[in-house]
């Protein structure tokens, strides 16, 4: 029925082993190639240089880390809060909601790299464009998500509440909203994925501090090894944000985890 | 005098004529049966009962009174146990108290003591996924009588069971009627099963949906879990050959 929501997410360990191996074993053939060919390390340095730079850098990388993480948990705290708003006004009001709906897609299709430059033009060089662009980029996936999940109640169990004497209230407190923890969690995972890189670009494009602003430091002087040492960072920090909603869905979700005797 | 009562009621679903003057009526106390082909209509008249459709002629009434549209005098046991899948157990039978705005500790203290007589003992904390088939039926109907309703709707309650599953249901069910005689009205297409537990059984007709006999039941409770007894036998061979006739009608 719910084909497009995952079932179970990692148990376990042991079922991480393969992924550990591949990524184990693609950096040892980057190292591999880059020691045997000699290539510059101005165009590809080896994965032990990045990690070398990273603790070497480690005082910067971590003052520019904390705008990033910032602007990160900002936008999305936002996000958040509108998404949820406006999905349970859309709920309640199926005219409101094929009204704006065109408009949050037609939010989806702007590019970044047009829109960036523009919120960083309007709100200058502080948290508030990082913020808005983070929330711009995840809000769509948690919204959708949402809508779709209330959508996808079960009608029986709708109709039995409303034999039971249910309000429209109720409905959805009791029966319409756990019914869209699970498509909740889905677009929740999507959005985090592209929440870092989003705090990332509206750095790159006007910033005062920030990963984004490492990065861009970093290429114009031509270290190609600092650049992926930020990289590094950020991919850990999208893979921890990854972990920590992994986690919580385990505990939002744990009926979907518990064994089923069907 | 009846509690319940249904007179000449019909209903179309766009252009299919779905109910067709059904007439039907229970008293306070009466276990009654309604027994139809599937697709008859039967979860339709539960339907109308429950406020889900409206009839578009006809009258119900309750209590003598015309039914209310926002009228829940009803425990409803839908078709599919309708168990919330997020929901522990003890959870998902006090729902009908906290939809009438009972507190959920309030509501876990009324039903708790019924858990022993539904045998769902020690599964309170239990998810209904990891219920087997059997005490999930039996879940939804403590739902439904934990609502404390004057009269209980049950929709083909034991109709998703295995066969033997079914009838140690049926048989705990007797059981647990002849001791609290809850006016019931159940939907089965199940002739045994009616016979089994009905003061009275209604039979409808295929699609439009007739009343086309009532009988009465005379056999002697307990019915079930001994030999079937000549009573039950005749009533069981009527009604078979009441729906092997109206079958053959349409052939
Ligand atoms: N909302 C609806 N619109 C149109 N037809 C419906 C609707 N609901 C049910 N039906 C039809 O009404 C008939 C009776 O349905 P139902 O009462 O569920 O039958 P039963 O419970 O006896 O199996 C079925 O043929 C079904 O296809
Ligand atoms: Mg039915």
Redesign the pocket.
């Known amino acids: 029925m719910q084909s497009d929501v995952p079932r179970r997410p990692g148990r376990g360990l042991a079922r991480g082993i393969p992924a550990v191996l591949s990524v184990v074993s693609a950096f040892l053939i980057w190292e591999t190639y880059v020691r045997l060919s000699g290539i510059s390390p101005l165009m590809l340095p080896a994965p032990s240089r990045v990690l070398d730079q990273i603790v070497l850098n480690r005082a910067l990388l971590w003052d520019n880390m904390v705008p990033t993480l910032k602007a990160t948990f900002a936008g999305f705290a936002l996000s958040l809060t509108v998404a949820f708003s406006l999905s349970v006004v859309l709920d309640f009001m199926p005219r409101v909601r094929r009204a704006l709906f065109p408009i949050f897609v037609v939010s989806q299709t702007l590019p970044l790299v047009a829109i960036a430059p523009l919120v960083v033009l309007w709100f200058g060089f502080d948290l508030t464009p990082k913020v808005l662009l983070v929330a711009l980029v995840t809000f769509f996936p948690m919204l959708v998500a949402l809508v779709d999940g209330y959508g996808a109640t079960d009608p029986e169990i709708e109709d039995l509440m409303r034999a039971m004497g249910a309000t429209r209230g109720q409905i959805f407190r009791s029966a319409r909203f756990p019914s869209a923890m699970p498509y909740f969690f889905a677009g929740l995972r999507i959005s985090i994925t592209y929440a870092v890189v989003a705090a990332i670009f509206a750095e790159y494009v006007g910033a005062r501090a920030g990963l984004g602003i490492v990065i861009l430091n970093a290429k114009n002087s031509f270290r190609p090894d600092l650049v992926l040492a930020a990289v590094v960072i950020s991919s850990a920090l999208t893979l921890v944000l990854f972990a920590i909603t992994a986690l919580l869905q385990r505990v939002v979700l744990r009926w979907r985890e518990v064994g089923s005797t069907r | 005098m009846s509690l319940l009562d249904i007179q000449n009621v019909s209903v179309t679903f766009g252009a299919t004529a779905i109910l067709d003057e059904i007439s039907l009526h229970v008293a306070k106390g009466e276990f009654v049966s309604i027994l139809g082909p ?1 697709g008859a209509g ?2 339709t008249i539960f339907r109308l009962l429950t406020g889900a459709a409206r009839h578009d002629s006809g009258k119900i009434t309750y209590n003598g009174q015309p039914l209310a549209t926002k009228h829940h005098g009803f425990g409803f046991m839908p ?1 599919r146990d309708a168990l919330m899948p997020w929901r522990r157990i003890i959870d998902n039978l006090t729902l009908g108290l906290e939809v009438q705005g009972i507190h959920r500790k309030n509501a876990r203290a009324q039903v708790t003591p019924l858990l022993a007589d539904f045998g769902l003992d020690g599964f309170a904390r239990h998810y209904p996924s990891q219920l087997s088939g059997g005490m999930r039926q039996r879940a939804a109907l403590l739902r439904t009588i934990a609502q404390n309703r004057p009269v209980q709707l049950l ?2 309650p034991f109709g998703a069971l295995d066969a033997l599953t079914r009838t140690q249901m049926q048989a705990w069910f007797e059981m647990r009627w002849r001791a609290a005689r809850w006016t019931t009205l159940l ?1 089965t297409h199940d002739v045994r099963e009616a016979v089994a537990l009905s003061d009275r059984i209604y039979v409808l007709s295929r699609r439009p949906a007739r009343v086309i006999a009532e009988v009465h039941v005379p056999a002697p409770r307990p019915r079930m879990g001994r030999r079937v007894s000549a009573e039950a036998h005749a009533v069981e061979a009527q009604l078979l050959e009441i729906l092997l006739n109206q079958t053959g009608e349409t052939l």
Do not use: T
């Open positions: 599937s039967k979860s078709q929709d083909e939907v």
